[in-house]
């Protein structure tokens, strides 16, 4: 009996320490969008829903967020694109105008032949001006999609502003990546980065290639984990109003904050929903734990 008694005593005890009873705060950026695609406005805590698990978790605090944005946005100049250069110019400048009025700290890489710094980080409109007029298609390139990717997803951790996103604008053409689609799968699970895509299609083309078919997934998979979005365009004219959406979704996010019992041990799997008929959520977690996945 004695030795029943101590240990119920402990457990209390346990239970009752400073450690047990300390939560972590975590913060997640939600994008929620409507059944038009356009972002829902006047949503609070009590409109989200997080779980960790498959467990419910207590959401602090929710509202529209104004946090400055690091943003890598990956640019397909390889040969296959020459058609479309001046469609996607017109369409990146006033996409960028905007997000850099925004606060919004950009870096263009080309993906043509090999990752290649276009315009380095920077907030001046007009510094990313002069870089798009300078993007043309390469001769006899391919797109190294995947080395983009991991590249650019690398970078962007490495930077403080915890609100990260990348973005890829790019058609279908040839893929001379040679990293394994699981390798960038892991990369961007890792890495907290928010990976969205405006992508060129041909409903009439198949995958010609091994690589074609990865890029295929990692288009598919590390958008939707990430808590980004996917946007096909069938025609090179139509980059513009996909960007234009894509910026909308970036500027009306959400940051919601809830709580995580400190004492359990990370989860493998987290997710958010909202409440709202109609709506959808997608959010990205800040500095997940390794292994996890929104």
């Not at 609070?44 to 104004?66: C, K, Y």
Request: hydrophobic share 40%; proline share 5%; net charge negative.
């Amino acid at each position: 009996m004695r030795t029943l008694a101590c240990l119920l005593t402990l457990l209390a005890a346990l239970a009752a320490s400073p450690a047990a009873a300390q939560t972590t705060e975590m913060t997640m950026y939600v994008s929620v969008l409507d059944g038009d695609r356009r972002p829902v406005s006047g949503l609070g805590p009590e409109d989200f829903v997080v779980r960790e698990d498959g467990r419910a978790r207590e959401v602090l605090r929710a509202g529209r967020t104004s946090d400055p944005i690091e943003l890598a946005v990956l640019i397909d100049n390889s040969q296959a694109m020459q058609p479309h250069i001046l469609d996607l110019r017109r369409a990146l400048t006033p996409f960028l105008t905007r997000l850099a009025g925004e606060q919004a700290n950009i870096v263009l890489i080309g993906m043509g032949d090999r990752p290649t710094v276009l315009a380095g980080y920077t907030q001046s409109a007009a510094e990313l001006t002069r870089a798009v007029e300078r993007i043309f298609a390469l001769p006899s390139s391919g797109m190294v999609f995947q080395d983009s990717v991991n590249d650019a997803t690398r970078g962007l951790v490495r930077r403080e502003n915890p609100r990260r996103v990348l973005l890829a604008v790019m058609g279908e053409g040839a893929d001379f990546s040679n990293i394994p689609y699981q390798h960038t799968l892991e990369t961007l699970k890792d890495s907290g980065v928010q990976f969205h895509a405006v992508v060129l299609t041909d409903s009439r083309r198949g995958f010609d290639s091994q690589t074609e078919r990865e890029r295929g997934i990692v288009l598919d998979e590390g958008v939707q984990r990430s808590g980004g979005r996917r946007h096909d365009v069938l025609t090179s004219m139509a980059f513009g109003d996909a960007l234009e959406t894509v910026a909308e979704d970036l500027l009306n996010q959400y940051k919601v904050v809830y709580a995580r019992p400190g004492a359990l041990v990370p989860p493998t799997r987290w997710e958010v929903d909202v409440k709202r008929p109609g709506a959808t959520a997608s959010g990205t977690l800040v500095r997940p734990e390794p292994g996890g996945t929104k």
